[in-house]
Nanobody
Framework: QVQLVESGGGLVQPGGSLRLSCAAS????????MAWYRRAPGKERGFFAL???????HYADSVKGRFTISRDNAKNTVYLQMTKLKPEDTAVYYC?????????WGQGTQVTVSS
């Protein structure tokens, strides 16, 4: 299984934007579906965005229209462009396959939305 390293998190004001990256230790071109997950304070980790190798995407209602998932198989990297951020987007963000491979979870990257 690939190992995944998320980056790009930080502190941002409400309404701001961030771009997260997820670098894989190996090729993701053979992995049909990659996804982003997040764990908000006091909540369980949950899925909110996925992308297939053909470029089809699916989003949870909570992020639809604000977040965009993309992938670059040549760079073995998955991206998450986040716009119009809200305080409720505060969480640790992770990428993984969909469904997730329990041995591929990385440490995640913290996103804090606060004024």
């Amino acid at each position: 299984q690939v190992q995944l390293v998320e980056s790009g998190g930080g502190l941002v004001q409400p309404g701001g934007s961030l771009r997260l990256s997820c670098a894989a230790s190996g090729s993701i071109s053979s992995i049909n579906t990659m996804a982003w997950y997040r764990r908000a304070p006091g909540k369980e980790r949950g899925f909110f965005a996925l992308i297939t190798n053909s470029g089809n995407t699916h989003y949870a209602d909570s992020v639809k229209g604000r977040f965009t998932i993309s992938r670059d198989n040549a760079k073995n990297t998955v991206y998450l462009q986040m716009t119009k951020l809200k305080p409720e987007d505060t969480a640790v963000y992770y990428c993984n396959t969909y469904p997730p491979n329990v041995r591929s979870w990385g440490q995640g990257t913290q996103v804090t939305v606060s004024s």
